[in-house]
């Protein structure tokens, strides 16, 4: 319980600290009149003033804020909504610009800390009839080498390159006795029941554990590619719920606390692994174009350009953002109390 909690508030006060900062920055850069600076929501439990913000730390962690003078109301001095189009644009995204940079500095310093990685060769088990890799010519007992290019040392690699090229041809490098061969392949987006994107059946022989670590000029590149896979998966996983091949898996707060727990206790680096995929989802989520998040505010300012500078009135648009808080809010308590049902069951939201 000690693990879970301290690994979940730590990664959910650098995530809250990446985006507010984004938020911050570019709100003092633009000559925004920031009020507060909050972490959690209220009520406050302390703060002070500093250069006419104050900062501070308040009762219900799950979230934070950059208070701004004026969101909605141009006539107030120092407001945000007094400044023009692409500022304000700036200003409302960079909150998740900052989630989307800050999985490249996790990804990197995950590949520098010392972390465990299984080993072994990966041999074909079983080939369903007439799926890709039946039909390519790969047969049980071939011990697949290399993906693309890269190679495959355990299950988990050969899962992860499958995910990212669904519907793309990929290549498959194996050896069968004394000769290597090389097959072409197109995972399929959705498999009969039980077959996999390709329709193999697979495990690792002798698999061993290696403790490894990169230096710093090899882990940023490492890390680059990591961040960009972890889009390419992340938009896999969403169309694969979409056409039904993957189930909708919903988590709130208490869950995202319990798959924090589970991943800490594996150790720091799939943590900091964990935080990265974390801060791409509160990104992208945070984006979208929904009442009280950043994409509902981005949309009435383009909106307004649509309109050649005639604006919401600020009452409507204060309104619509209360309504949606309020939304979200009731949202996350329905999907808290499935995620407290879960824990009490027994069952975790990690397969």
Known sequence: MLITIVAFVGVLVVLIIAHELGHFLTAKASGVRVEEFGLGFPPRLVSIKRGGTRYSLNAIPFG????????????????????????????LSSGSLMNFLLPLLLFSVAFMVPHNVVTGEVVVTEVAPASPAARAGIEPGDILIEINGRPINSVGDLQRHIQLNLGREVSLLARRGSATIEF???????????????????????????RERFPFWQAIPMGVREC??????????????????????????????????????????????FAAFLSINLAIINILPLPALDGGRI?????????????????VEGMIHMVGFAMLITFLLAVTYQDIIRIISGRSLIP
């Open 228 to 273: 960009i896979e972890a889009f390419i998966l992340f938009k896999n996983g969403i169309i694969s719920m979409l056409i039904g091949t993957a189930p909708a898996v919903v988590a709130g707060p208490v869950g995202i606390a319990q798959i924090t727990g589970e991943v800490a206790r594996a150790g720091f680096g799939p943590l900091l692994e």
């Open 184 to 210: 072409q392949v197109i995972p399929r987006w959705q498999p009969p029941e039980g077959q996999g994107a390709i329709g193999v059946a697979v495990r690792t022989l002798s698999p061993t554990v290696v």
């Open 64 to 91: 934070g804020f950059v208070k701004m003078a004026g969101e909605e109301d141009p006539r107030v001095p120092g407001s945000l909504a007094s400044k023009g189009t692409g500022t304000r644009m700036l200003v």
């Open 299 to 315: 949309a009435f300012v383009l909106l307004e350009w649509v309109r050649r500078g005639k604006r919401v009135s600020p009452r």
